[in-house]
């Protein structure tokens, strides 16, 4: 098993910048890609970014690319997304993920965490 506690979140104005954090315990964290997905109200779960085991290689939505940049320290076993100029529409729960890959499909992660409010005020 992972456990995955999600921090970070809040109310920021558009423009605004919040740094999120994903702090797994549990297994070796570096056996595990890392995603995160974000849920606004009455809308499907959606890709933001992944994060390879040994974060190489990212990969990330189109509407947030240039904006977001994911991270990890293994060392820590921690990921984090930076999120810059935010805008309204990036409010959202949002969610990390442990799974076998990179993957921008939820069934491709095993583990999820309980997710953190984002919300972005215009």
């Known amino acids: 098993q992972v456990q995955l506690v999600e921090s970070g979140g809040g109310l920021v104005q558009a423009g605004g910048s919040l740094r999120l954090s994903c702090a797994a315990s549990?297994?070796?964290?570096?056996?595990?890609?890392m995603g995160w997905f974000r849920q606004a109200p009455g809308k499907e779960r959606e890709f933001v970014a992944a994060?390879?085991?040994?974060?190489?290689?990212?990969y990330y939505e189109d509407s947030v690319k240039g904006r977001f940049t994911v991270s990890r320290d293994n060392a820590k076993s921690t990921v984090y997304l930076q999120m810059n100029s935010l805008k309204p529409e990036d409010t959202a729960v949002y969610f990390c993920?442990?799974?076998?890959?990179?993957?921008?499909?939820?069934?491709?992660?095993?583990?999820w965490g309980q997710g953190t409010q984002v919300t972005v005020s215009s």
């Open positions: 993920a442990a799974g076998p890959r990179a993957d921008a499909h939820v069934l491709g992660y095993t583990y």
């Open positions: 549990g297994r070796t964290f570096s056996n595990y890609a």
């Open positions: 994060i390879s085991r040994i974060g190489v290689n990212t």
